[in-house]
């Protein structure tokens, strides 16, 4: 029972929880038992948390049988990345400066799970403080891709991903600041959602770049990734930068379909260095949206080339201007034999921060610091005002640009590591839509030849996620991969 339940979808499941063939109890323990079953194997976890988990399950339980569920979802365990504030559970951000950090209050998304009553299953591994994309940068273990055990996830939701793929979970939150939930939904056959900038509060999820950092959905099809947003995307006044605007209904049209929708191919996104499998795989997928009734339309982004530089620079500004927060005082670990405030201070950060870590907060240091500002800071600001307009100007001609998420497919764990400029190109075609705010999703579009997954992207215009989820339907339905059985 347990292995066929486990592969449901969140929907699925949420019908059987309806009709209360299935109890929140059981989907639960089947979780918590694939997971003790190949998370051996696959590494996703740094913490289970069985008891909180039950709990839940059971009083999910008990309002199904009082016939008042929370949400549509009420009962579906789901599991989060660690860089969401969990109050009572230790959240690390896969860095060793916070280990043993156990939050006081929860993230606002963390909360809205709960009210919406979601048993929440554990925290994910992550690449440090969601810098890189291989989950290589997580102080505590690589994840493990469960397509390849010998790949990675990708990064930096990778335990989110590789959670999901594997059947621990039904689904779970990550967050993008420049693809870290596109790029490991990509590796791992599921689909991830980055919201537009301000639709989901950023309260309570610790800050890597403030202006590009959104949390997101990720599952393994696009309508349980529909349902999962709309938990989500709420206007929240404790954060600043939240979008005032009402909930989306993503559910209602995403069967309609794209005929007669102008897809824009943006023709810098199609470049040479992109894997021959990948861009055979899109090529057929784009014609697949032709025969479904959509206009492919040539486009250009002009600004493309300078976005991976634009967004290193900003983002890494913006991390070294975060990161200053940890320094032994506050939060988390603190240097043993420090003597005095300056020892501590550079003692602990030494000792707590990795070595990517460390070169961000170096790198945007610099770019921050009198006499380079107006260089790189100021500069890489205005660039990314270029990057935005030529959004603003393909989206007056199509209803949404595709492209791949990834110029590769999962790489080997090692491969990478010793060369932080090739993972940075892992990001080509997926930051420019953090840089503009824009909403952006992958979903599954095949495999290659020895069996890795391959995304598809699709970049819509602000909170423009609904139609963004409809013509990911539109795909997936033609196709199912999800179906796939993963080798785990
Ligand atoms: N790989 C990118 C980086 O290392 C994006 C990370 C993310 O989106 N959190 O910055």
């Not at 206009?295 to 070294?320: F, G, I, N, R």
């Not at 034999?337 to 550079?346: H, I, M, Q, V």
Request: hydrophobic fraction near 40%; proline fraction near 6%; include cysteine.
């Amino acid at each position: 029972m347990s292995s066929t339940l486990t592969d449901l979808s969140m929907l699925e499941l949420a019908a059987k929880l309806a009709t209360r063939e299935v109890s929140s109890v059981e989907a639960t323990r089947a979780s918590l038992q694939r997971i003790a079953q190949v998370d051996p194997k696959v590494r996703a976890f740094l913490r289970v948390d069985e008891p909180g988990a039950l709990k839940a399950a059971e009083a999910s339980d008990a309002r199904r049988h009082a016939g008042s569920p929370a949400s549509a979802l009420d009962g579906v365990p789901v599991g989060l990345k660690d860089i969401f504030l969990t109050e009572g559970l230790e959240t690390t951000c896969g860095s060793r400066i916070l280990e043993g950090f156990v939050p006081p209050y929860d993230a606002t998304v963390v909360r809205l799970l709960k009210e919406a009553g979601l048993p929440l299953v554990g925290k994910l591994n992550m690449d440090e403080f969601a810098m890189g994309s291989s989950n290589e940068s997580s102080a505590y273990f690589p994840t493990h891709n469960p397509w390849d055990l010998t790949r990675t996830p990708g990064g930096s939701s990778g335990g989110s991903a590789a959670a999901v793929a594997a059947r621990e979970v039904f689904g779970a939150l990550g967050t993008d600041t420049g693809g870290s939930i596109r790029q490991p939904a990509a590796f791992t056959n599921t689909v991830g959602l980055k919201p537009t900038y301000g639709r989901v509060s950023r309260y309570g999820v610790i800050a890597f770049a403030s202006s590009l950092d959104q949390p997101g959905p990720m599952a393994r099809t696009v309508g349980d990734t529909a349902a999962l947003f709309q938990l989500i995307a709420r206007h929240d006044p404790r954060d600043s930068t939240s979008a005032d605007v009402a909930t989306p209904d993503c559910l209602t049209g995403l069967e309609d379909g794209v005929r007669g929708l102008k897809l824009g191919v943006p023709r810098e996104y199609f470049t040479a260095g992109m894997d021959p499998e990948v861009e055979g795989t899109l090529r057929a997928s784009l014609e697949e949206f032709e025969r479904m009734g959509a206009t492919l339309v040539d486009v250009s982004l002009p600004h493309t080339k300078y976005a991976l530089a634009t967004y290193y620079l900003l983002a890494s500004s913006e991390a070294s201007s975060n990161l200053a927060r940890y320094d032994g005082i506050r939060y988390g670990q603190r240097a043993k034999d420090a003597r005095g405030l300056k020892e501590l201070y550079t003692q602990t950060r030494g000792q707590g921060f990795g070595a990517e870590v460390k070169r961000r907060i170096m790198l945007g240091t610099y770019a921050l610091s009198a006499g380079y500002y107006d260089a790189y800071y100021l500069r890489a600001q205005k660039v990314r005002t270029l990057i935005r307009e030529d959004f603003t100007r393909a989206f007056q001609q199509v209803d949404a640009l595709v492209s791949p998420t990834s110029p590769v497919p999962a790489f080997k764990l090692g491969d990478k590591v010793d060369d932080p400029l090739s993972m940075y190109l892992m990001d080509v075609y997926t930051l420019p839509c953090n840089l503009a705010g824009l909403p952006g999703l992958s979903v599954p579009c095949g495999f290659t030849q020895a069996g890795l997954p391959v995304g598809l992207q699709i970049l819509g215009r602000p909170f423009d996620e609904a139609r963004l989820l409809r013509i990911a339907r539109a795909f997936e339905r033609e196709h199912d991969f999800f179906r796939r059985a993963v080798p785990v």
